[in-house]
């Protein structure tokens, strides 16, 4: 018999959740190491279409990172107080932002010769990849609310109903629909309208991963309903892939529509990569020297999140050209950036006081 979620968090570690969020963060920086089109000669060339290809592939990664979040924030086995949530947790992570905001804007203004105004400003707008912190904070602000719905099963499931089909079904069906010349197109564009402005959950893509999270992890798949979650998984991904590649095609350019965090089969791939990896790994017994290393490499998955731009933009600079950008070469360059982080993130945890606060 497999421990529930619940026994695990009991145990005082839910080792799927630490496995997952390893593999997350390896993930985000294979995102960030897919070069654009622009280097490859354009959304035509095949050297492109199979790094996007291979880009798709890691796409649930981030909706994960926010599911994980709500598994763990979520849970009503977690101790909860809002003195805690805002002192220990929101600070934190508000204080880690400001010192890596911070240190991204005095390179970025070392670089570029640029003066204080422009780090003021690159300062409050954070680095590219820092848009997730301003979503997790506002998650956790928000996190008393939805503790109080997802204590009630039906509404949890009415939510995530509402969410699905108002936030992923009809705006990806739309998107879809508006790429052909329709008869009576001004007919669909008031529908689409009308159904844009009817949605009550317009925006809260981040909120519905962070909800779903909770659900998924606290809930019993049977074998029948896992095997259907993880085709439609590998269907997301096949769609996404072969929408992109299309859809990039026809319009000459670069086209996030298939496979950004609002699209639905990057859903279907978060939710059933996060099923498999809780159902897989649900008997994970590790020995104590594996459990060591597992839990630094997953408590060292944020700090690799705000570290390997960094890292990415310094080597980039010190090399004379790009490296052959073909999947195994990007593969091979996102392991060697994730590699060099690592170590200098579990260098910067250990630094008394400030370790735990900018990591």
Not at 155 to 181: D, K, N, W
Not at 231 to 237: R, T
Request: aromatic fraction near 14%.
């Amino acid at each position: 018999m497999t421990p529930s979620p619940s026994s695990a968090i009991r145990s005082g570690r839910l080792w799927p959740l630490d496995l997952l969020r390893i593999l997350a963060a390896f993930g985000v920086v294979v995102l960030h190491t897919t070069p654009l089109p622009d280097v490859l000669g354009g959304v035509h060339s095949a050297q492109w279409q199979a790094a996007v290809s291979l880009s798709i592939l890691f796409r649930w990664c981030v909706p994960v990172f926010f599911m994980i979040s709500g598994a763990l924030f979520l849970s009503p086995e977690r101790p909860f107080s809002m003195h805690r949530l805002y002192k220990k947790t929101i600070l934190r992570i508000s204080l880690s932002f400001l010192f890596w905001s911070a240190l991204y804007a005095l390179v970025h203004c070392l670089r570029t010769g640029k003066g204080k105004w422009t780090f003021l400003n690159q300062l409050v707008r954070g680095h590219y990849h820092m848009w997730y912190i301003f979503a997790i904070l506002a998650l956790y602000m928000l996190t008393p609310l939805v503790r109080e719905m997802t204590k009630n099963r039906k509404m949890t499931q009415y939510f995530l109903l509402l969410g699905f089909v108002f936030t992923f079904l009809l705006p990806q069906l739309f998107s879809f629909l508006f790429l052909f010349p329709l008869p009576h197109e001004d007919v669909f564009a008031s529908v689409r309208s009308a159904v844009t402005q009817l949605n009550p959950l317009s925006g809260i893509h981040a909120l519905y991963y962070f909800v779903l999270g909770d659900y998924l992890s606290r809930s019993g798949i049977g074998k029948t309903l896992r095997r259907l979650l993880y085709l439609c998984g590998a269907a997301g991904c096949v769609l996404s892939i072969a929408l992109t590649l299309w859809h990039c095609g026809a319009i000459g350019e670069i086209s996030a529509l298939f496979y950004d965090v609002s699209a639905l089969p990057v859903l279907m791939m978060a939710a059933s990569v996060f099923v498999f990896f809780r159902e897989r790994f649900s008997a994970f017994d590790p020995s104590p020297r594996a459990a060591r290393i597992v839990t630094e490499l997953a408590a060292c998955s944020f700090g690799v999140y705000l570290l390997h731009p960094l890292i990415m933009e310094s080597m980039q600079l010190s090399m004379p050209c790009s490296p052959l950008l073909i999947p195994p070469a990007i593969l091979a360059w996102a392991l060697a950036v994730y590699l060099i982080s690592l170590p200098l993130c579990m260098l910067l945890r250990r630094i008394p006081h400030l370790g735990k606060i900018i990591l």
